[in-house]
Structure formats: structure tokens, C-alpha cells
């Protein structure tokens, strides 16, 4: 293999940039035409799934080149990481300064490319499997309106990502980081006179932006500690500063910990998880790319990266570990009541990205990681799935008003259930491997604690008990469809479902390169990431001297807890369908609280958001106008009140100024001589 | 050579009559005609202390004030003949247009 | 030829300054009923006052931190008064932003002004001559004549082109500038005189300001009276309330002026004069500056957030990224003031566009209420992806110029004061919420009001005048670099003389010595 295809690296990011600026031009010249004629024509129906339209050439332009550009990305992208791979390990890391970004002072960040084993990883995945979003995309989204501007968002949001996973300092990944944030906020709010829609695209955007202040924060921190926000650099740093005190341990916890507030923020954990079950107001290929498996791990990545610093501090670590853990469970919870097809997705995403963090909490990155690759591959395919259902069913989303489409989606069928069962974590499927690899982490690493084993196990049951309920309530049973929908169900086109079976294998496959060595496998996984996570091998390896037996058995433990999760499941939505409803009438005010999400949205628009607005509105009428304005106001009408009395003086009348005149006279000459 | 003292008295009597006459007079004739009886009041003392001390400067700014006087009181009546063609009237408690 | 290109380019910020002047006077001659006349000879003038001060850009050196192309010459000599002016990086982009904007402001006013037209475009051109005479003049006299000229063509665009309550408005702009302003005369006065003290001559150069040592309790007054003319002018919190209201009945154009360049006086002069001229005083109240600054940035975000008018939630945001400029200027290190000028570049672009876009939306439904629209992206799909590039570069998104800027203030200012800087980084969460809310609200959603259903997108012109400051949106934050490595030299000197001048005036004072012992001799231990 060439190794300068590496040169060429800028292609990878510049590729979907392309596409953004030929889809923008069409977007504009071609589409912009036809929506503001149909606009004038009075159609106010612009919803989701409008009328059929004969496609004009553009739309079949704009379906290649969306997906094309990033195709020729992750081509590019797999010549550079073999290129990358054709080097000794120590060796694998590769620069690509672009052009001096910011340059102010001591302080410098030039526009720069990074490619490493763990960027490697990243830019597979996000192009890999974004290529095969944006190819069922153009079969999704055809008979949108507005198809250029969706496609437009799209690669930009690649372009965002890959320029998150691989810029070489902190500055070019929150660049990406909140680009990617943005083209969440465009996505979501694609149907924007939904009103729920730029709702939900909002709150993700502020929400985030929460999350990016704690980031930003921890740049600074980390720039006037470091004096440079270059990866390479800031670890190379980490010795010297360690030993000659300037990087305390309390410094390397305030540093990580506002980074973690980033992570949280962007990987919707506790306690800014809340715009990620709202982001499904999206179209399903976006929630797909975006909510699942590509953007909302961006602080997965991020704390990986970040790994050197992170094991400075014990209590950063514990902190991640817990929220991690913590999340995983309590949207777990939250998952099994939930009715909505993609919202039992949208919880069930958040709880794997909390496994994520258990995983880098315990020091165990390289699983981390790996739960992100696998997680990406299923819960992608989840979520296409669900696409490809909702599509069948002309937008509807309830699972009560689904059941037996089995016959009908026999693709859709098959490919959901083997990412059902690779989430549930059935030995052999890719989230096993990576889900086990986590939990023994948990349970073995120096970090790890026996109580985080447990969370994580418990949490699988949970998961592999809400997954099966998704799929017998949609894909079994009897048919509790509306007649309308029921008539039209047909399995979508070959442009959705071929990406649905290339995930499958990838879902099945994925995870037999990280095979532990407990089960006869190789880890190639954990052996590519290796030079990355040389801090933290020590940390994670603290498992090495514990007995095979004890490994086997949790792992035999954690199977058996996701199959009494699967068995349940079973019991309670095929064998007996008048059970769920008795156990939610028996315990209502729980399953009240977990219905509504335990609250929190209110709870936030209570004591956060409504006090936000009141007090503003209080600052503006009562302080700024009344207040500040009064005193202004008040300076002007006092001097205009003085002289409105003085002006009393002047009468007019002549007589009046002569007398004041001789008064005046008087008192003068008064005064110089009774001097 | 004679006291001014007299002199000086009979200013100050003329001083006073044209001040009341501008002060407590409404009509505007007779307050420019007591402004010039105050004027010659003036000049009756800068006379009589110029011719007092010997000195030609008294004489001098009487002559001042005469010319001063002239000069005023022809501005001033042509005033008075343009405010009364436009108001009819040369009552100065009636011309308070100036009046806030 | 040559001799002329050598003559224009000695005398070449002469020409900067008095070229709208000769355009003032070319447009009194011209009839005063045909408006488009009138019009495209404002832009004429404007647009070659732009072409001409390209050469600024180009022949600047970078590497350097005096003053360059300087024309200087004596004026009232008696007095040591002299017409001084130059420019260096910290003034260029200030210099360079009027002049472009200009061209953009007059061809926003093409469909807006239709009465008395003569006379707006004259004002136009004499307040560019005033706003371009503050960024260049060195001398203190010069300099206070210029920001007293800026005045009097601002009040009269207010309070005749205006709209509801422009006589108020106007009159509280005016009279709260001038109040500051003549704080200010008394302070260069005194200066006046103190040079006179220290070196037996009379002068009213800037640079020879520098030169001498103020003792520190004069430095107090003075810095005060200098800060309070600038701090109404910037506006700080809390003199900010003739912004909202000028902005709100001022037209489009002057809106624009307004925000983008008068407003960047207030903090070009913290930087030139107040800073340099008496550090002492300067670090020492910067707790108190920072501190208004920041109560600024969070205040003027949450005002904005609860605006009912557009123009007045982006009146109140200027309040809030001004605040980013003076927190980045009073950071006192490179980063900081660097962020600092370039931000009031970026508001200049943004704001600036900002307000071209509510005069676009004025314009054809003639209500700026953010409840009367709903769905405009509908019906106005370029003006929807106009308003949302601006908005993003508002509320700072990498890769638009705001980043840059809002990155840089908060990197210097985390150096200075850590607790600050936290809470300043808040507005950014702010600033992101009130411009999406107001973005939300306008264009998204279904077309509700009836009266909406008919507007119509971007014309030619609009577009025309949008798309360079889209372009430099882009520019800044991709390429600051362009725009810092033109002021590096400058500000690095700038911070370099605060800090020498600073220690050599406090070299006999005792380390640690309480403020109040050092400027009123009140020691509260005894």
C-alpha cells in the first residue's frame, strides 16, 4: 500500500465539505425555486410525508452526491488507516498541519489533521456506517420537499464529525464539536413549522451549549497549565509538569472534570441527557447517524482521548464511572414504559453511552471504544429499522399500533432482531464481546468496583427486557394497526434495506476482533489501540491476576441476567399481553414517574428555565426600565422641572425686569457700602 | 468754587423721579422719557464733579451720554411706533410676548 | 504620475478623512429632488472611501508597532495643538470596518429613506468623516473634535429619519455621550496642562502623552473621567439605556453605524488613551471594569432573552458581546486585547447584519414584533439561510468570526481572573439561547399571520449588501489570521508599555499598598 496516500488525508473532511457546497448550490438554484412557488400556491401541507411528486433531475443528483462524497471519504479513509496500519505501533501517528489557525501571543492552534489508531477507529465508523445512512437516506427522505437542504445538513454534519474525531488539538475537535452540534439543532428542526421539531432542535443546542461551556473552560485550564492544546504535546507534558508541581492532582480534576461536563452535554449523560429523547423529532436516518451512532459518542471519544489526563485523577475517574453507570440504569428505567418506537431507542442509546463511560471510568478505554464501534453498528440498524417500520406505516411511531408486521418486513424483521440480540448481548454477536469486555472491567480493573459490575449487569437485563418488548410488541402478536396504515405496509426499497443487511453482518461480525483471550480469541482490537492507551494499560490490566474461572463465571452471570431480561419479556408481551397493563395499574405512581421520564423535564422547566425567564422579564421591566431608566429619566425631568419653576421669572413685563434691575442695583451698592 | 453737594442732590432727585417714572409707568413713552430724565440726572453729577475737581472728563462723558441718549431714544421710538402699528398699543403690561 | 501616487499615498489618511467631506459638499449641489441621484453619489463616495483605504491594509507593516502612514503638520501652534494622524494595528481594522461598512450601510437605505434624502446622505458622509478622524487622529485635541463631529450627524439621522419616540431617543443619545465627553475635555485639559509641568511645552500629541510619567492619584481622576466618557459610549452596564432606545427608533442604516462603529469608540478609546496613558489606574480598577463587563454580558443576554422587539433583543445583545470586548481589553495580556479588537471587528460584521436583516423584515411588514412573524423560512428560504449564518456568527459557532473572538477574550481573561471569566463563559449558554429563540419564533413554525404570507425573499440589492459581510463571517473565522498577525506588533507593544509604565510608577511605592492609601491617602488601619 502507498503510504502517501496519508498526504491526502485533508480529502477525508474536505470530501463531505465538497458536498455541502454542490448540494448548497443546488439547494439554492434548483430547489429553491420549486418550494417558493409551491409556497406561493397556498399549500400549507408540508409535513413529513407530503404528496408524491415526479422527481426533477436534481433530486436524483443530489441522491448521488450525497451519499457518493461520502463513500469516496470512507474509501479514502480505509486506504489511509491501512497505510497507517503498515507502520511499526509506535510509530502510528500522523500530522497534517493546514494552514496557522489562531495565532495570538504564546497561544497557538493551527488548523491541523491527526491520524492514530483512535482516530482510525473513528473516521471507519463514522463514514463506514454514514455511508450507509446517507444511501438509505436518499431512499427515506425521497419524497421530501426540501431534499437538497436535508442532504446539505447531512455531509455537513460529517464533515463536523470527522473534523472532531480527527483534528490533533482540543481547539480543531470543539470546532467539530459544536459543529456537529449545529448541523443536530438543523436536523432536528428539519420540519421546522413543527413546532415540537424546532423545539427539540433548540433545546439540543442549548443543552449542548451548557455542556460546551464546562469543555471550553477546561481548554483554558488546560492551555495555561500546558501552554499548548496539542494532544501530542499536553501528554508528552504530563511527567515533567507532574513532577515539578505545576500539575497537581487538583488541577488534573478540575481540568477533566469541566471536559467531562462536555461529555455529558454531548453524549446526553446525567444530567443534560434530556434533548436526546427530544431529538427523535428528526428524521429516523439522522437519529440513526447522529443520536446513535456517531455524534452522541463524541464525548466517549473525547474522555478516550483524553485518557492520560483522566488517569491523573482518581476522582475524575470514579465521577465518570458512576454518572456512567448511573445513566446506563436509570434510562434503562425509563425505556420499558416507553411507547414511542424510536424513544425506546433514543433511552436505550443513552444507557449504552453511559455503559461507554463506565468503561473509560474504569480505565478500560480500549472496551469503551469498542462498545462505541459495535454500539455504532447495531443501534444504527435499530434505528434504520424502526425507519424502515415508521416508513411502512406512513409515519406512525406508537408501538400500540403496531404488532405482526413480522409477515409484512421480513428484512426489517430479521435484520432488527439480530441487533436485537447483539444489544441483549447473546454470545457470538458483536455487543456481546464489547457489553462483556465492560462489564468485567467493571468488576476486575483498579478502578473498577464490584457494585459497578452489578449496575452495569442489572442494566443489561433491563436492556435485553425492553428490546425484546420493542420487538414482539412491533414485529408479533396480533395487528392493532389502523385500517388505512395497514393497507398501504410494504417493505421499503432496496436503497433502505440493503444498508439495513450490511449493518446486520456488521452487527453479527463487528465484534470478533476484540474476542478476550478467556474465550480463545485474539483482542486485535485492544492490541490496535494499544499506543494510544499506554497510560492506561497499567490501570486496566490490574485484571490480569484474577482467576479464568471468575471471569467465566460473570460473564456466564451477565448472560444469564439478559436472558431472564428476554425471558420476561417473552412472558409478559407474547404469553401473557394482560400483564403489563395489571402491573401498571398496581404500582401506579411509579410507573407514573417512569412514564413521564421521572419528571426531570418538568423539574428542569420549574426551578431552571421558568426562574431563568421570570427573573429576566423582572431585570428588564423592574430593573432596566424602571430602575436604571428612572434614574436617567429622573436626572433629565429634575433639570427640566427646575427649569420649568425658574422660568416663572420671566413675566414679560417690562416694569417687573426694570424693579428686579433696580433691586439688583440696590442691594449692590447696599452692600458696598455697608462694607 | 461752589459745593457739588447741591448738584449732587438735584441728580439724585432726578435719578429717583426717572426711576419710579420706569418702574411704575406702563406706558412705554413715558418710561423711555423717564429713562433720559435718569440719563440727565447722570449727567447733572458727572458735571459737577468734573467742574469740582478741575477735571474736563466729567464734561467729556456727559457729551458721551448725550449722544448715547440721542442714539437710544430715536432706536427706541422708532420701536415703539413699529410695536404700536402692530399692536396698538404701547402698554408694557400688555406687550409680554417675551413671557415664557 | 508617480508623483501623484506619492502624494496620495503620504497624504493618503488626509484623503481617508476629508474625501466624504468633498463628497458632503459635492452632494449639496446636487438637485435635492431626485433621490436615486442623491443615493447612488453617497455610494460613489463611500465606495471609493473604501477602494481608497484598501492600500492601508496592503502597505501596513506588520512587523512594526508605531505609527504609519502619518501626516503631520501644525494647526494651532500657539497651543502645541497639531493635526496628527496615523495609523497602527490597533486602529486599522477599526479604520477598515467604517469604511466598509459605509458602502453596506447606504445601500440598506435605498428603499428605507424616501424623505429628505440630501440631508441624510450629507449626515452619512460627515459621520464617516467623524468615525474615520477618531480611529486615525494621535493628537488628544484632534481626537476630541472628531468624537464630538460624530455626534452631531447621529443625532439628527436619529430624530428626523427615526421612528416612534426618535426625538427622545435621540436627545438621551446625545445628551448621554456629550455628558461623558465633557468629563473627558476637562480630563485632556488637565493633561494638557500636567504636560506642560513635566517638559515646559505645550502639546496635545498622544504620543508625547505616553512619554511622561503621571503621578498616581492625578492617574485616578483621570482614568476615571476618561473611563466614564468611554463607558456611556461603549455602553457599560449599567449606562447602557440610551442603546436600547436609540437603536429601536433609529433607521436601519443608522442602526447599523451605530452598533458597528460608534460604539467601538468607547472601546478604541479604553485602548488607546485610558489604558496606555494611566496603567496604574487602569489595573487597579480593573476588578471594578471586569466586573461591569461581565454583569454586562450575563445582564444584556437575559434582557434580550424577554424582548418582544427584535430590534431591541439585538440592541441588548450588543450590551452583552461588548462586555466580551471589555473583559478581553482590561485581560491586559496579548490574547486578551487581541480577542478584544478583533470582537469589535466580528460585532461590527455581525450585529451589523443583524440589524440589516430586522431593517429587511421592517421593511415589508413595517413591525419589528417578533410575535407578528412565525414561518418566514417558508417563504423565504434564502433569507432563512442568511439569518441563520448571522445568528450563528452571534452567537459565536467555530468557524464563524464570533469563535475567534469570544475564544481568544475568554483565553486572556481566564489568565487575569479565573472567577470572571466562569461566569462570562455563561453568556456564551445565553447568547445561544436568546438568538435561537428569536431565530425560532421569526422563521420557524406555520405562517400564522395572514399579513406574512406575501413577503418575499432576498432582492438583488439585499443581497448584494449581505453577501460581503457573509463573506468576512466566514474569513475571520477560518483565517483570523489575516486580521491578527496585522495587529500583533501593536498590541504586543501596547501590553509591553502598560506593564513597564505601570512598574516604574509604582517602583518607590510599597508592594502590596492598599488603593486606598495610594489614590486618597486614607489608610484604614489607623
Known amino acids: 500500500m502507498v503510504s502517501g496516500i496519508l498526504d491526502f488525508l485533508w480529502l477525508v473532511p474536505a470530501l463531505p465539505l465538497l458536498g455541502v457546497i454542490l448540494n448548497g448550490a443546488i439547494a439554492l438554484f434548483s430547489e429553491r425555486p420549486l418550494l417558493l412557488a409551491e409556497a406561493a400556491h397556498g399549500g400549507s401541507h408540508g409535513d413529513a410525508h407530503g404528496g408524491h411528486h415526479a422527481a426533477p433531475a436534481y433530486r436524483k443528483l443530489v441522491a448521488f452526491i450525497g451519499p457518493a462524497v461520502v463513500g469516496a471519504a470512507f474509501v479514502v479513509s480505509l486506504l489511509s488507516v491501512m497505510a497507517l496500519a503498515a507502520r511499526a505501533p509506535h510509530d502510528r501517528l500522523f500530522v497534517q498541519v493546514l494552514f496557522p489557525w489562531i495565532q495570538a501571543g504564546g497561544f497557538s492552534a493551527p488548523a491541523a489533521l491527526q491520524l492514530d489508531p483512535l482516530s482510525s477507529v473513528m473516521i471507519l465508523v463514522v463514514t463506514g456506517v454514514g455511508f450507509l445512512i446517507h444511501v438509505y437516506s436518499a431512499g427515506y427522505m425521497s419524497h421530501e420537499k426540501a431534499f437538497a437542504r436535508y442532504f446539505v445538513y447531512l455531509n455537513l454534519f460529517t464533515f463536523a464529525m470527522l473534523i472532531l474525531v480527527l483534528g490533533s488539538n482540543y481547539l480543531v475537535m470543539f470546532v467539530g464539536w459544536e459543529g456537529v452540534g449545529l448541523c443536530s439543532y438543523l436536523l432536528i428542526g428539519y420540519w421546522y413549522e413543527k413546532k415540537s421539531a424546532s423545539d427539540a432542535g433548540k433545546k439540543a443546542f442549548i443543552v449542548n451549549r451548557i455542556g460546551d461551556f464546562g469543555f471550553i473552560l477546561g481548554m483554558f485550564l488546560l492551555f495555561w497549565t500546558f501552554g499548548t492544546l496539542d494532544y501530542t504535546q499536553v501528554f508528552a507534558k504530563i511527567p515533567l509538569l507532574s513532577a515539578n508541581g505545576i500539575l497537581t492532582t487538583e488541577i488534573a480534576t478540575a481540568i477533566t472534570l469541566l471536559f467531562f461536563i462536555g461529555a455529558t452535554g454531548k453524549s446526553a449523560q446525567i444530567p443534560l441527557y434530556v434533548w436526546l429523547p427530544d431529538a427523535m423529532e428528526g428524521p429516523t436516518p439522522v437519529s440513526a447517524l447522529i443520536h446513535a451512532a456517531t455524534m452522541v459518542t463524541a464525548g466517549v471519544y473525547m474522555v478516550a482521548r483524553s485518557n492520560a489526563l483522566y488517569l491523573l485523577s482518581p476522582v475524575s475517574m470514579a465521577v465518570v464511572a458512576v454518572v456512567g453507570a448511573a445513566t446506563a440504569i436509570f434510562s434503562a428505567t425509563i425505556g420499558i414504559t416507553q411507547n414511542d418506537i424510536k424513544r425506546v431507542l433514543a433511552y436505550s442509546t443513552v444507557s449504552q453511552l453511559g455503559y461507554m463511560f463506565l468503561a473509560c471510568g474504569v480505565g478500560a478505554f480500549t472496551a469503551g471504544i469498542f462498545h462505541l464501534m459495535t454500539h455504532a453498528f447495531f443501534k444504527a440498524l435499530l434505528f434504520l429499522g424502526s425507519g424502515s417500520v415508521i416508513h411502512a406505516l406512513s409515519g406512525e411511531q406508537d408501538m400500540r399500533k403496531m404488532g405482526s408486521l413480522k409477515k409484512h418486513l421480513p428484512i426489517t424483521f430479521t435484520t432488527m432482531f439480530v441487533a436485537t440480540l447483539a444489544i441483549a448481548g447473546i454470545p457470538g454477536l458483536s455487543g456481546f464481546f464489547s457489553k462483556d469486555e465492560i462489564l468485567w472491567k467493571a468488576f476486575s480493573s483498579g478502578h473498577g468496583h464490584p457494585a459497578l459490575w452489578a449496575v452495569g449487569a442489572l442494566a443489561a437485563g433491563i436492556t435485553a427486557f425492553y428490546m425484546f418488548r420493542l420487538i414482539f410488541m412491533t414485529f408479533f402478536g396480533a395487528s392493532r394497526m389502523e385500517p388505512h396504515v395497514e393497507k398501504h405496509v410494504h417493505e421499503s426499497p432496496f436503497s433502505m434495506t440493503v444498508p439495513l443487511m450490511l449493518l446486520a453482518v456488521l452487527s453479527v461480525a463487528g465484534g470478533w476482533i476484540g474476542i478476550p483471550e478467556v474465550l480463545g480469541g485474539h483482542n486485535y482490537f485492544e492490541e490496535w489501540l494499544a499506543p494510544v492507551f499506554a497510560h492506561g494499560a497499567a490501570a486496566a490490566h490490574g485484571a490480569a491476576h484474577h482467576p479464568v474461572a471468575l471471569e467465566m463465571g460473570l460473564m456466564a452471570g451477565s448472560v444469564a441476567v439478559a436472558l431472564c431480561g428476554i425471558g420476561l419479556a417473552y412472558y409478559l408481551y407474547r404469553a401473557r399481553t394482560e400483564k403489563p397493563k395489571k402491573i401498571a395499574e398496581a404500582v401506579p405512581g411509579l410507573y407514573d414517574a417512569v412514564y413521564n421520564k421521572y419528571y426531570v423535564d418538568e423539574i428542569y422547566d420549574i426551578f431552571i428555565v421558568r426562574r431563568i425567564v421570570d427573573g429576566s422579564v423582572w431585570l428588564w421591566r423592574a430593573f432596566d426600565a424602571a430602575f436604571i431608566d428612572g434614574i436617567v429619566n429622573g436626572v433629565a425631568s429634575l433639570v427640566r422641572g427646575s427649569g420649568d419653576r425658574l422660568r416663572r421669572v420671566q413675566t414679560g413685563v417690562v416694569g417687573n425686569y426694570a424693579f428686579s434691575l433696580l433691586l439688583g442695583a440696590v442691594i449692590i451698592v447696599g452692600y458696598f457700602l455697608a462694607r | 468754587m461752589m459745593e457739588p453737594s447741591a448738584y449732587l442732590l438735584l441728580s439724585g432727585i432726578l435719578f429717583g423721579i426717572g426711576v419710579v417714572g420706569v418702574v411704575a409707568r406702563k406706558n412705554a413713552l413715558i418710561i423711555l422719557m423717564s429713562v433720559e430724565i435718569m440719563l440727565n440726572g447722570v449727567n447733572v453729577a458727572f458735571i459737577a464733579v468734573g467742574s469740582h475737581l478741575g477735571d474736563p472728563t466729567g464734561s467729556v462723558f456727559a457729551f458721551m451720554v448725550?449722544?448715547?441718549?440721542?442714539?437710544?431714544?430715536?432706536?427706541?421710538?422708532?420701536?415703539?411706533?413699529?410695536?404700536?402699528?402692530?399692536?396698538?398699543?404701547?402698554?408694557?403690561?400688555?406687550?409680554?410676548?417675551?413671557?415664557? | 504620475?508617480?508623483?501623484?501616487?506619492?502624494?496620495?499615498?503620504?497624504?493618503?489618511?488626509?484623503?481617508?478623512?476629508?474625501?466624504?467631506?468633498?463628497?458632503?459638499?459635492?452632494?449639496?449641489?446636487?438637485?435635492?429632488?431626485?433621490?436615486?441621484?442623491?443615493?447612488?453619489?453617497?455610494?460613489?463616495?463611500?465606495?471609493?472611501?473604501?477602494?481608497?483605504?484598501?492600500?492601508?491594509?496592503?502597505?501596513?507593516?506588520?512587523?512594526?508597532?508605531?505609527?504609519?502612514?502619518?501626516?503631520?503638520?501644525?494647526?494651532?501652534?500657539?497651543?502645541?495643538?497639531?493635526?496628527?494622524?496615523?495609523?497602527?494595528?490597533?486602529?486599522?481594522?477599526?479604520?477598515?470596518?467604517?469604511?466598509?461598512?459605509?458602502?453596506?450601510?447606504i445601500l440598506s437605505t435605498y428603499d428605507a429613506v424616501?424623505?429628505?434624502?440630501?440631508?441624510?446622505?450629507?449626515?452619512?458622509?460627515?459621520?464617516?468623516?467623524?468615525?474615520?478622524?477618531?480611529?486615525?487622529?494621535?493628537?488628544?485635541?484632534?481626537?476630541?473634535?472628531?468624537?464630538?463631529?460624530v455626534l452631531i450627524p447621529m443625532y439628527f439621522l436619529i430624530g428626523v429619519w427615526g421612528s416612534e419616540r426618535r426625538i427622545y431617543s435621540a436627545i438621551k443619545f446625545f445628551l448621554y455621550t456629550f455628558a461623558g465627553s465633557v468629563l473627558m475635555l476637562v480630563a485632556i485639559i488637565a493633561l494638557y496642562f500636567h504636560h506642560y509641568q513635566v517638559t515646559g511645552t505645550y502639546s496635545t500629541d498622544l504620543l508625547r502623552m505616553y512619554a511622561i510619567d503621571i503621578p498616581v492619584k492625578l492617574q485616578f481622576w483621570m482614568f476615571a473621567a476618561f473611563a466614564l466618557a468611554f463607558a456611556f459610549k461603549v455602553p457599560m452596564f449599567p449606562f447602557h439605556t440610551w442603546l436600547p432606545d436609540a437603536h429601536v427608533d433609529a433607521p436601519t442604516s443608522g442602526s447599523v453605524i451605530l452598533a458597528a462603529v460608534l460604539l467601538k469608540m468607547g472601546t478604541y478609546g479604553f485602548l488607546r488613551f485610558a489604558m496606555p496613558l494611566f496603567p496604574v489606574a487602569a489595573v487597579d480598577m480593573m476588578p471594578v471594569i471586569s466586573g461591569l463587563a461581565v454583569v454586562g454580558i450575563i445582564y444584556g443576554a437575559l434582557v434580550a432573552m424577554v424582548q418582544k422587539d427584535m430590534k431591541k433583543l439585538v440592541a441588548y445583545s450588543s450590551v452583552s458581546h461588548l462586555g466580551f470586548v471589555m473583559l478581553g481589553l482590561f485581560a491586559f495580556n496579548i490574547q486578551g486585547i487581541e480577542g478584544g479588537i478583533l470582537q469589535m471587528v466580528n460585532h461590527g460584521v455581525s450585529t451589523g447584519a443583524l440589524f440589516l436583516i430586522v431593517g429587511i423584515v421592517y421593511e415589508r411588514r413595517h413591525t419589528r414584533l417578533i410575535e407578528e412573524f412565525g414561518g418566514l423560512s417558508k417563504i423565504a428560504p434564502l433569507f432563512a439561510a442568511v439569518f441563520m449564518i448571522v445568528t450563528l456568527s452571534s452567537i459565536g459557532l467555530p468557524g464563524t468570526n464570533g469563535f475567534v473572538g469570544e475564544f481568544l477574550i475568554l483565553l486572556g481573561a481566564f489568565k487575569s481572573s479565573r472567577v470572571l471569566t466562569v461566569f462570562a463563559a455563561s453568556g456564551v449558554i445565553l447568547a445561544a439561547v436568546y438568538m435561537l429563540w428569536m431565530f425560532q419564533r421569526v422563521m420557524f413554525g406555520k405562517i400564522t399571520n395572514e399579513e406574512n404570507r406575501h413577503m418575499t425573499d432576498l432582492n438583488g440589492r439585499e443581497i448584494a449588501y449581505l453577501l460581503p459581510l457573509l463573506v468576512m463571517i466566514f474569513w475571520i473565522g477560518v483565517y483570523p489570521q489575516t486580521f491578527l498577525r496585522k495587529m500583533d506588533a501593536s498590541v504586543s507593544a501596547a501590553v509591553a508599555r502598560i506593564e513597564t509604565k505601570r512598574q516604574a510608577a509604582l517602583s518607590d511605592r510599597p508592594a502590596g499598598e492598599p488603593l486606598l492609601v495610594r489614590y486618597f491617602d486614607i489608610d484604614a488601619g489607623k
Request: net charge negative; glycine share 6%; charged share 15%.
Open chain 2, 66 to 100: 448725550m449722544t448715547v441718549a440721542a442714539a437710544e431714544a430715536a432706536v427706541g421710538l422708532a420701536i415703539l411706533i413699529a410695536i404700536y402699528r402692530l399692536k396698538e398699543t404701547i402698554d408694557i403690561t400688555e406687550l409680554s410676548v417675551l413671557k415664557w
Open chain 3, 114 to 149: 424616501q424623505k429628505h434624502v440630501k440631508e441624510f446622505m450629507i449626515f452619512m458622509l460627515v459621520l464617516e468623516v467623524g468615525m474615520v478622524g477618531v480611529f486615525l487622529a494621535i493628537d488628544l485635541f484632534l481626537f476630541y473634535i472628531f468624537w464630538e463631529l
Open chain 3, 1 to 105: 504620475m508617480t508623483g501623484i501616487v506619492d502624494t496620495l499615498t503620504a497624504n493618503l489618511l488626509t484623503a481617508l478623512i476629508f474625501l466624504p467631506l468633498a463628497g458632503a459638499l459635492l452632494l449639496v449641489l446636487l438637485p435635492r429632488d431626485d433621490g436615486r441621484l442623491l443615493k447612488n453619489a453617497a455610494f460613489g463616495v463611500t465606495l471609493v472611501e473604501f477602494l481608497l483605504s484598501l492600500p492601508l491594509v496592503f502597505d501596513f507593516n506588520g512587523a512594526t508597532a508605531a505609527m504609519q502612514f502619518v501626516v503631520r503638520a501644525p494647526w494651532i501652534p500657539a497651543y502645541g495643538i497639531e493635526y496628527h494622524v496615523g495609523v497602527d494595528g490597533i486602529s486599522l481594522w477599526l479604520v477598515m470596518l467604517t469604511t466598509f461598512l459605509m458602502p453596506i450601510a
